[in-house]
């Protein structure tokens, strides 16, 4: 049996970070993966010779001086980025006032845009913007690059019981600004109502800073991974599933589906904590932390449709539209829908849709589940040609997934796993059994900052702890 000082399992981000940072601890550190290759949701596909993204499209705070650019270097990534348009990233179609805002960054550029549209709400607009730059700079997590920065800064962060709703209903009174500062809570999962104010400033209201993209996509980080883990001397096994985790003396060992075995002192899972119960030694969580666990809701799922655009009839700054309408705030964001354009040539053409991603309804054993697919695909184009007919009429339709095709890939049907709630604490990375750990984004927050904390959460951790 082969043996390892450190495994991990799970390829996405958190797991491709924690392998790196291990192999600075450890001399065997060993990835394994399921499918056939490593990052398999950030990597995106090809169709038509068109490339379609489906993990990452820009993020904040992956400038040099800032947590993302730092942890690049820590980890010995070299990831060219570039700024996107301080004047209009994304596109907001406001359908009620048949207005068009194009989001900006930078606090000034956003504010003045924001009260430029909502004079009247310009008190509310400098109070919520303080606020937000507030919660940014006490999150230990999003200043770890910071020299004032110390590693117990970790351990005692709590974030807040107030909820993006009740924020938001408390500076503002127009429905049209509530909805269009709070529609990026898409890029986490959780609806206005049940995200914490903190959180959302984590995840979404760092871009009023700055938005960064990656220069030649998802695939330029990916293959960044690739050159440090053979640099690193990471073994990496692909096309691996593994179905059963056992602990005897403090040795994990793995076991694969092929009926193979290795084994390890170390074990970090870096994949949904529900899939995580189904493969853990006894004893890993007691009965209350493992029921938590079990019935935890995970967020809305998307329904995509792939498309190329015949045309470039959209503005090459513009990476996201959305269509908002002012209820859209109190209905929690429900079939929230927006086209996702890429800078490529030529463009491709994503239309989105926020769905609920409960695995009855998505199975795909079920006789329904083609039918269910085609007419959900037909009521979207339906109502994207009303909302956008210039678009929709040059965009070619070449494929489309739901949420069970995202099951297919990451093993849950929810876009980001587990749901970050009001007053529900996150999963915690270590468990009753000395040497296992999780890593993720239910451990900190989604998107490629939170994953990539997630691991760095937990090497302060095993610091602490002294696992060498």
Not at 235 to 257: H, M, P, Q, Y
Request: aromatic share 12%; net charge positive; hydrophobic share 40%.
């Amino acid at each position: 049996m082969q043996t390892y000082d450190a495994v991990v399992i799970g390829s996405g981000i958190s797991g491709l970070t924690s392998a790196l940072l291990l192999s600075k601890k450890f001399k065997k550190v060993a990835i394994v993966e399921q499918a056939l290759d490593i990052a398999p949701l950030f990597s995106g596909f090809n169709r038509r010779g068109v490339h379609f993204e489906t993990g990452f499209h820009y993020s904040g705070a992956l400038g040099d001086d800032e947590v993302g650019g730092y942890m690049f270097k820590e980890l010995g990534l070299d990831v060219p980025v570039e700024l996107c348009n301080k004047d209009g990233f994304d596109s907001a179609h406001l359908v009620d006032s048949n207005r068009i805002f194009k989001m900006p960054f930078g606090r000034r550029n956003m504010e003045e845009k924001l009260i430029e549209y909502f004079p009247c709400e310009k008190e509310g607009i400098k109070k919520y913007l303080d606020l937000c730059e507030a919660v940014i700079s006490a999150t230990p997590f999003l200043n770890i690059h910071r020299r004032s920065f110390k590693d117990e800064d970790f351990f005692r962060f709590s974030g807040s019981t107030v909820s993006l709703r009740e924020v938001l209903n408390k500076c503002f009174k127009d429905e049209e600004i509530k909805t269009l500062l709070s529609f990026s809570s898409i890029l986490y999962g959780s609806p206005p109502s049940m995200a914490s104010f903190d959180f959302h400033c984590c995840c979404s209201a760092i871009m009023y800073s700055n938005v960064w993209k990656i220069k030649g996509g998802a695939s330029t980080l990916v293959r960044a991974f690739k050159e440090a883990l053979k640099k690193q001397k990471i073994d990496v096994l692909i096309n691996t599933k593994v179905v059963r985790i056992e602990n005897s003396d403090n040795v994990k060992k793995i076991s694969f589906a092929d009926g193979s075995q290795i084994a390890s002192d170390i074990c970090v899972s870096a994949i949904h904590p529900k899939e995580f119960i189904k493969i853990a030694p006894i004893g890993s969580y007691r009965k209350k932390n493992f029921e938590r666990i079990k019935e935890m809701r995970d967020t809305c799922g998307f329904f995509v449709l792939y498309g190329i655009l015949a045309e470039d009839c959209v503005d090459n700054n513009i990476n996201n539209i959305a269509f908002l309408k002012a209820n859209d705030f109190e209905n929690d964001h429900k079939n929230f829908m927006y086209i996702n354009i890429s800078d490529t040539r030529p463009r491709a053409a994503c239309v989105v849709q926020s769905v609920d991603s409960d695995e009855k309804f998505w199975n795909i054993s079920k006789e329904d589940y083609k039918a269910k697919k085609i007419k959900i695909a037909q009521e979207i184009k339906a109502k994207i040609s009303l909302l956008c007919p210039d678009i929709f009429s040059k965009i070619q339709f070449v494929d489309m997934s739901s949420p069970a095709t995202m099951k297919k890939y990451v093993n849950y049907y929810g876009t980001y796993g587990s749901m970050h709630c009001i007053n529900n604490a996150n999963v915690m990375p270590i468990t009753k059994i000395p040497g296992l750990f999780l890593v993720g984004q239910a451990t900190v927050a989604p998107g490629l900052i939170g994953s990539m904390i997630s691991a760095f959460f937990l090497d302060k951790l095993m610091k602490r702890e002294q696992y060498k």
